[in-house]
Structure formats: C-alpha cells, structure tokens
C-alpha cells in the first residue's frame, strides 16, 4: 500500500478511535504489506494484534465503507477449518450446505461463513 493510503488508514482509525496508539502502529505495518487483488483475513489481524474479532471487524469495515477494502464470504469447515475454496458476494450467495473434502461431510453454511476482505485500493496507480 502507498505511504498516502496508509496515511489515510490511520486518519480514519483515529478519527473513529477504533484502536490505541500501540496497536495502530501494528495494524497499519501489517495492512502495508497488502496490495489491490490481496485477500485479507481478519482472523490473520486478530492473532497479530492480539485485539477481539469485534475490533478487527470495526476497523475493516471502516475501510470498507471508505472504499479501500470490498466485502466478502468465505465457507469454512468448524472441524477441520479448512475452506470450501468458493467466495461468495454476498450472504444470498451461500448455498444452504457445502461439502467438506477434508472430513467428507455437508456444513451448513450459513452457520460457519467468515467474512473476508480485498483489497481494492491500494493507493498505487495501475
């Protein structure tokens, strides 16, 4: 990500106060090493920083609504965590179960989706 997008990650997450000084510094090294295309993880955020899932959330979905990052749904296995490997646009998407290769079983899908981020601006010129 270009310094000017990180600049304007960090106004934002001030602005909100969504995260401290400390873990500001470490969210925005770690978000700095994503470029447009990357998929970004929240659970990835969570272990780093050492904040609730409910923070990390805030603080992405803050930059989605600022244009930075798009919004997605993946479907996760709750046993043996793997993914399906689809990602969906929306919660509509999701069809009701998903077979797990890994365990050889349906999930219900709905019950065991994350929501996952892009990066879509990223600062850079094409």
């Known amino acids: 990500m270009s310094p000017d997008i990180l600049l304007r990650i960090r106004n934002l997450l001030v602005d909100k106060g969504i995260l401290d000084n400390e873990i500001l510094d470490k969210f925005v090294l770690k978000i700095k090493l994503y470029s447009k295309g990357k998929w970004l993880y929240p659970g990835t955020f969570k272990r780093h920083l050492g904040v609730s899932s409910q923070v990390i959330y805030n603080a992405l979905n803050l930059l989605n609504k600022d244009g930075i990052l ?7 296995c709750p046993k043996c ?46």
Not at 70 to 76: A, I, L, M, N, Q
Not at 93 to 116: G, Q, R
């Open 70 to 76: 798009d919004t997605y749904y993946e479907v996760y």
């Open 81 to 126: 965590a793997k993914t399906s490997g689809e990602v969906y646009n929306t919660i509509s998407e999701i069809p009701e179960e998903v077979y797990c290769e890994i365990c050889n079983k349906d999930i219900v899908a709905i019950d065991s989706t994350i929501m996952i981020y892009k990066v879509v601006d990223d600062g850079n010129e094409e």
